[in-house]
């Protein structure tokens, strides 16, 4: 009795599929390391020209949830984000809100 080898034998097409899809790949790869930069970049940028008493001001306004976006800006932006300066905007933003009636 004759035992059947499992591996396929070796052809050019069998050997092209595989090259094929890797060429296909490897530039979306490389293209969203690309975007992963570029969008670094933009927050870095929007940080540094950030006025966080304006920022906060601005969410004080239309949000009443302060510690999730303080927690949010200190997680983009690292040590160019400015607590305090976000937080006292925060308070005189959210000072401008309409109260609720009963």
Do not use: H
Request: aromatic content about 10%; overall charge positive; proline content about 5%.
């Amino acid at each position: 009795m004759r035992l059947r080898t499992l591996a396929a034998p070796l052809t050019l097409g069998s050997l092209m599929r595989p090259l094929f899809s890797l060429a296909l790949v490897v530039p979306f790869i490389a293209g969203c390391e690309s975007m992963k930069a570029d969008q670094a970049a933009t927050y870095q940028d929007r940080c540094q020209r950030a006025d966080w008493a304006m920022v906060g001001e601005r969410d004080g306004s239309t949000s009443g949830n302060q510690t999730l976006l303080s927690d949010r800006y200190a997680y983009i932006c690292g040590d160019m984000y400015k607590d305090a300066a976000y937080k006292q905007g925060f308070e005189k933003g959210f000072a401008r809100r309409p109260k609720p009636t009963s």
